[in-house]
């Protein structure tokens, strides 16, 4: 019989430390169906951020160094300068690249180095236990905006990849989500664009992926992509908002 | 013969490193270290390296994290408020188990303080400095020449301990001229890294963390890392030693201090006293036993520093309470005179001084 799915070679047979239902899952997959597409596990170095994305090293079977919260596109920068043949990513969630590690991700981004950067929005600090993320929505009730997320007090939503396609040295920014099938093809189609654009060296490239968290959120799973749709996308709109078509670009 | 070059000491440090195979450099602007960035910014391009002005000290140690875990020899230099900003990296970078250079040209403090010569940063340096259970290997250079030869040995403790190494200096030792030798490295390359990521091809996955979570993991993890620290503090202690048998009194002191104290030394012995010295060059691993032994046989000891007294600890615990310990310190950028030693000599050799 012809085999039509399998586990990419790219992640690790075993058991995943995400709450079920959670997306990270989705999200893990689908870096490892583009690295896979392009037969490039081998040369893939993985940089993972603190939170529920630090066990990258567990679930993909390729090189991989925890960085410091924040600090993943620094470290990433580092490891490409070295290896500028390598693949270099990070896997970073909203805490991490949105709030304390804002400075890296920025400069990174306008020195235009040929990673891609994995983004995981799902509104909320997931491993410290739901407390407020620079993407909490207005209204919003975490662990720290117990009253909901009120902008005179807490500031509001930050939309990152609509902030780095202002950047010249980013190379493809976008927004996808992962709360039904049909959204997880289009996602698939963006992580692999932003491989296929680092392996071309044409700059920094950028995938925000909306993703439920919720155990945080304190609903159940299916309630939790009903969330995503019906109040994250109208905040954080889904779309392309950078595609560099030539690799010289200034 | 080798030539003698004319050399300002934080280029003599960027000659060491380059000399010792340092091919990446990660930093962020701060007095008094820039000549280091500014002459690598020029020279690591020719010869194949790569040099980034980073956003920030953060982001720079976080570089040097991330070209170390890759494999290179890498560097970075500061000064103290940037080195306070680099110790959550370089606490990784212990944790993880990753070589690199880093330099303090220090300035005064604590905050932003000036740009004098100081000696204020010892304990941020010897203690690990950043969270955790960890020591940096830290290297403290006396002269412009040691600036270059210093370079070339921190790398290689650093790769041999699989642990950030440190040069410990100041604005004097790094704005001053003197004659250098510029030997060539030795047979000693730089060793294979086969922990080091660079895809796994033909091999296993690996991978670099801090993050140990089962029962007793971390605990292994510590105690390995105390094995390196024990094993440094047997084999790789450096230290000068002057008249350590004869003396009236021995003098403890690093770095630019203790050219001073050479100076006070010589003076001393004009007038018939006997002042021996012992000048740490690693600052960790603390020479410990040859100033417990002189100490023991000389029983006077001095020890001078330009802070408020931070290696006297190192001394005070190596030594029996029964020794004649005294200090003498000036911080915030004033610098003892020679005269000044010479007078804290004579009170260490009166028994009214203690």
Same mark, same amino acid.
């Given at each position: ?6 586990r990419p070679?790219s992640l690790v047979d075993c058991?995943t430390h995400f709450?079920?239902?959670c997306t990270h899952g989705t999200a893990h997959r689908l870096v490892a169906d583009a690295i896979d ?9 993985g940089?993972s951020?603190?939170?529920c994305a630090v066990f990258m090293y567990d679930y993909f079977a390729f090189?991989a ?24 990513f990070?896997y ?26 994995i983004?995981i ?57 992962m ?5 997880v093809?289009?996602a698939k189609?963006?992580v ?17 992926l909306?993703s ?39 | ?41 020029? +020279? *690591? $391009? ?11 000290? !953060?982001?720079? #140690?976080?570089?040097?994290? =991330? ?29 993880? +188990? *990753? $070589? ?11 905050? !932003?303080?000036? #740009?004098?010569?100081?000696? =204020? ?52 030792? =790094? ?180």
């Amino acid at each position: 019989m012809k085999k039509v799915f399998s586990r990419p070679k790219s992640l690790v047979d075993c058991q995943t430390h995400f709450c079920p239902g959670c997306t990270h899952g989705t999200a893990h997959r689908l870096v490892a169906d583009a690295i896979d597409h392009f037969g490039v596990r081998e040369k893939t170095i993985g940089v993972s951020g603190v939170g529920c994305a630090v066990f990258m090293y567990d679930y993909f079977a390729f090189d991989a160094i925890e960085a410091p919260h924040g600090r993943a596109p620094a470290v990433a920068t580092g490891i490409k300068r070295v290896h500028p043949d390598k693949i270099v990513f990070t896997y970073q969630g909203d805490g991490d690249l949105a709030s304390i590690g804002t400075s890296e991700i920025i400069h990174t981004a306008n020195r235009g180095e040929s990673i891609t950067v994995i983004f995981i929005n799902n509104t909320v600090y997931g491993m410290t236990g739901g407390q407020m993320a620079p993407t909490t929505l207005l209204g919003q009730k975490t662990t720290t905006t117990p009253y909901g997320r009120n902008f005179r007090n807490d500031g509001y939503p930050i939309r990152m990849a609509e902030m780095l396609a202002t950047l010249e040295g980013v190379a493809y920014s976008t927004r996808v989500s992962m709360h039904n099938a049909k959204e997880v093809l289009k996602a698939k189609k963006a992580v692999r664009k932003a491989f296929e654009m680092q392996i071309a060296d044409m700059g920094l490239t950028f995938v925000e992926l909306l993703s439920a968290c919720h155990t945080n959120w304190r609903v159940k799973p299916l309630e939790g992509q009903k969330r995503v749709e019906e109040e994250m996308i109208p905040y954080f709109t889904l779309g392309v908002f950078k595609e560099r078509k030539e690799k010289d670009f200034l | 013969m080798a030539e003698k070059t004319l050399l300002k000491g934080n280029i003599a440090l960027a000659q060491g490193a380059i000399a010792a195979g340092c091919r990446y450099y990660f930093g962020y602007p701060i007095t008094p270290q820039n000549d280091i960035p500014e002459y690598l910014s020029a +020279e *690591l $391009p020719k010869i194949g390296g790569t040099f980034i002005q980073a956003e920030s000290e !953060l982001a720079s #140690i976080n570089m040097v994290m =991330g070209a170390s875990a890759a494999g290179a020899r890498v560097m970075t230099s500061s000064s103290g408020p940037g080195i306070s900003l680099m110790q959550e990296g370089m606490s990784y970078m212990a944790g993880s +188990e *990753l $070589p690199a250079l880093v330099v303090n040209v220090m300035r005064v403090g604590p905050g !932003l303080g000036g #740009i004098a010569p100081t000696q =204020g940063d010892y304990f941020q340096a010897t203690r690990g400095g950043g969270h955790g259970d960890y020591f940096n290997i830290v290297l403290a250079p006396a002269s412009v020449q040691e600036m270059f030869g210093l370079a070339i040995k921190a790398f290689d403790l650093s790769d041999k301990y699989r642990n950030p190494a440190m040069i410990l200096c100041d604005a004097v030792l =790094g704005q001053m001229k003197e004659p250098v030798i510029l030997e060539e490295r030795g047979a000693e390359a730089p060793p294979a890294r086969p922990w080091a990521l660079t895809g796994a091809k033909g091999r296993k996955p690996q991978f670099l963390k801090t993050l140990y979570l089962s029962d007793g993991e971390q605990e292994a993890h510590n105690l390995e890392l105390k094995g390196k620290y024990d094993l440094l503090r047997k084999e790789d202690v450096l230290f000068e030693g002057k008249g350590l048998d004869d003396s009236e009194v021995v003098i403890v002191a690093f770095g630019t201090v203790s050219r001073i104290v050479k100076t006070a030394i010589q003076m001393a012995g004009d007038e018939g006293i006997r002042v021996g010295l012992i000048r740490p060059i690693t600052l960790f691993p603390f020479p410990a036993e040859v100033v417990r032994r002189t100490a023991k046989k000389i029983r006077r000891v001095l020890v001078v520093e330009m802070n408020t007294g931070q290696m006297v600890e190192d001394v005070r615990l190596s030594i029996e309470d029964k020794v004649k310990l005294r200090f003498y310190g000036r911080p915030g950028g004033g610098i003892p005179t020679p005269e000044d030693v010479l007078r804290e000599i004579k009170v260490t050799l009166d028994e009214k001084g203690f």
